[in-house]
């Protein structure tokens, strides 16, 4: 029902809605680059027990010795030594608007976060730079034994649930940038759903880089105890600096038997971000992961949301959305981890490449002996604009059982110049004729969204579109 | 001068003229019909008209409410109430066709200096006039075009027309690839428009559609050129005797 809104609101302009910068003061930043030391006093900054201190030096000395990938997205213009690993705006996280910071405030409302809250929402976390800002769960979720908060938080109040499950998923040494977050996560989203408990309503974190090379290292853990449902929605905006800011996070998320987790992002960046997020959840018997993923903005992205099915019949899905832009680099995909029999997993891609932006599809299917009866389809299609977008696929799979039934296939277009005439020709202009077709394209994904978020993304698209014509 | 007035138009494709001086005069109110054998130019004419890139202009104007609108991209030709019926409608996945109608709709009205339609509002109209041709409503939530029959892509051209209420028609060859039934949908569709406020240009290489929307005038296209005008009884002729005894006479003529 948007798209007049969206074509009205054309000329409005991302810097304007998202690029504006507060001059924030802070409570508390460490000095540029990552030491021993650093790590210790983010430890220390956060009173956290000892083996949280303990889990974050393992993890460094671990980020030390591991070398930066070379097989994905170019990633020489990560300095680790100019980066400012922790920046703490306040002290402690508000749970009403009129205790966070005025010019905080500003921020979100700006963003709109308050009334989305009041409109759709169950709960809200709103991290700025490295920490949890303000964060509201719904009394009657909290009464039903839900816990929603930041993660610093849970590591105080719910210490052996953390313990239980951080780093489970997603283990200290799986990759470079997942040992750097273990070593100065901060922030992030904790949730905790009891058995057969149902959220009917998404629970929503916003992520904003303010300072300029910042480094963002939010580690979320969502644990869906057995039959119970959640949908996390997560945004992420920050403003257009010269120096580049490092946003890496990891998220491990639990889906005991019988339940379903939706993780739904929508990642905006500015195009001075480096985006590498270490996503994975653990999905057991007759239980439904679903990562609905939504990435337009930043510099680098490298990121594969990835499901293990451990139990019998359990389900996973991706739903991907990628748009590179001029000079940016999408490198997404899919990791699909078949480990018991009767799994079934859907991994659906589609991605945009404008001007000389490049959108990769990097996935692996996993089958392992004994996984019998798997079900897996992959379907990934790319959508070039112009003649020096580009677009590559790299779908790994390694299927170590016979009786499965696998699916894959791939599709490359270029907006057709017949498809744009014959839009104009209904008195469309050709930038509303091209971005028409580009919301056609990402429409399977975008009606997995919120009604809000596809309206919202429906508009960013059509931002991105502006100028793309001539 | 006439509400449509193409004047010694000539265009050409990758170099090769096709159309080579084509005169016509459109006036609200008055259907006419471009007849012609495969190759004389028709459906170059009809995208010229609406301003494909792919087509070259090389030579001549067309006069529509004041200007010459050679000079306009096609969607501000669509805008100022030009519209074309395609011969082969293009797909777009993912667009549904209500949501592409009420974009292109207001389109059109927010160029004449009208309140574009809400969605509930345009839901109504567009329900109404489905209705009429006889579409089925849940086509408004399928994909524009995707996966529709030959049939039912023409009758959403026709749906289109009925919305965008243009000044000036150019159907292309609309009767291809239609049976028995759905020409008659499609006329009755035509007809139902066809008023003091609109002209109509039916491009067709045979009779068979006239039968369902009657012209006024009737032009032969042969090889670039308008050789012959009359009334309804040269469609009927040219029916009865094909192309090439008409070929035949200009031959004759061009070399007594």
Known sequence: MEETKVLETLRDDYAERYGFRDEATYLYE??????????????????????????????????????????????????????????????????????????????????????????????????????????????????????????????????????????????????????????????GTFIYVPPGVRVEYPLQAYFRINREAMGQFERTLIIADEGAFVHYVEGCTAPIYTEDSLHAAVVEIIVKRGARVRYTTIQNWSNNVYNLVTKRAFAYEEATMEWVDCNIGSKVTMKYPAVYLLGRGAHGEVLSMAFAGDGQHQDTGAKMIHRAPYTTSLVQSKSISKGTGRASYRGLLKVYPGAEHVKANVSCDALLLHDVSRTDTYPTMEIQEQNVHIGHEATVSKVGDEQIFYLMSRGLSEEEAITMIVNGFIEPIVKELPMEYAVEMNRLIALEMEGSVG | MADLEIR????????????????????????????????????????????????????????????????????????????????????????????????????????????????????????????????????????????????????????????????????????????????????????SLVGPNMGVLVITHYQRLLNYIQPHFVHVLMDGRIVRSGGPELALELEARGYDWLRAELESTATA
């Open chain 1, 30 to 187: 460490t000095p540029r680059g990552l030491s021993r030391r650093v790590v210790e006093e983010i430890s220390a900054i956060k009173n956290e027990p000892e083996w949280m201190r303990q889990f974050r030096l393992r993890a460094y000395e671990i980020f030390l010795k591991k070398p930066m990938p070379t097989w994905g997205a170019d990633l020489s213009g990560v300095d680790f030594d100019r980066i400012v690993y922790y920046a703490r705006p306040t002290d402690r996280p508000a749970r009403s608007w009129d205790e966070v910071p005025e010019y905080i405030k500003r921020t979100f409302e700006r963003l709109g976060i308050p009334e989305a809250e009041r409109k759709f929402l169950a709960g809200v976390e709103a991290q700025y730079d490295s920490e949890s800002v303000y964060s509201n769960v719904r009394e009657d979720l909290a009464r039903m034994g839900v816990i929603f908060c930041s993660t610093d938080e849970a590591v105080q109040k719910y210490p052996d649930l953390v313990r239980e499950y951080i780093g489970t998923v997603v283990s200290i040494a799986d990759n470079k940038f997942a040992a750097l977050n273990s070593a100065v996560w901060s922030g």
């Open chain 2, 8 to 191: 010694d138009l000539r265009v050409a494709v990758e170099g090769n003229e096709i159309l080579k001086g084509v005169n016509l005069a459109v006036n609200k109110g008055e259907i006419h019909a471009l007849m012609g054998p495969n190759g004389s130019g028709k459906s170059t004419l009809a995208y010229a008209l609406m301003g494909h890139p792919f087509y070259e202009i090389t030579g001549g104007e067309v006069w529509f409410k004041g200007q010459n609108i050679l000079e306009l991209e096609p969607d501000e030709r669509a805008r100022l109430g030009l519209f074309l019926a395609f011969q082969y409608p293009q797909e777009i996945p993912g667009v549904t066709v209500s949501k592409f109608l009420r974009a292109a709709v207001n389109a059109r009205r927010q160029a004449m200096g009208l309140e574009p339609y809400g969605p509930y509002e345009f839901g109504l109209i567009l329900n109404e006039k489905m209705e009429r041709l006889r579409i089925d409503p849940s086509f408004a939530f399928r994909a524009l075009n995707e996966g529709f029959s030959g049939g039912e892509k023409k009758r959403m051209e026709i749906l289109q027309m009925s919305l965008l209420e243009p000044e000036m028609a150019v159907l292309d060859e609309t009767d291809s690839g239609l049976d028995i039934d759905a020409l008659r949908i499609v006329a009755d569709g035509v007809n």
